[in-house]
């Protein structure tokens, strides 16, 4: 959780009550959004954090009314940590 909001744990935003992705068994995963992650498998296996943290940029920006760049700023320092990005598998 940050600051009370659930963050996916692959790409850094937040997660709305809905857009939780999904376990193999059905369940709701709290760790990953619907975006990167259904039925316990992610949905881009290979796709690298760098990708990652360029298209979470934009979104952000979006959504939060921000520069880009300020954007990815903040998701270099965060995605590196996130759960996805630092298992080993």
């Known amino acids: 959780m940050f600051g009370g909001t659930f963050i996916c744990q692959s790409c850094g935003l ?22 990167c ?8 296996p290979t796709v690298q954090m760098e990708d990652m943290i360029e298209r979470s940029a934009r ?6 009314q921000i ?14 940590d996130l759960k996805r990005w630092t298992d080993k598998w």
């Open 67 to 80: 520069f880009e760049d300020d954007a990815k700023r903040k998701l270099e320092k965060l995605i590196p």
């Open 59 to 64: 979104k952000m920006a979006e959504d939060m």
């Open 14 to 35: 937040p997660i709305e009550d809905d857009r939780f992705g999904s376990n193999p068994d059905g369940t709701q995963s709290e760790d990953y959004c619907i975006q």
């Open 37 to 44: 992650y259904e039925d316990g498998e992610f949905n881009e």
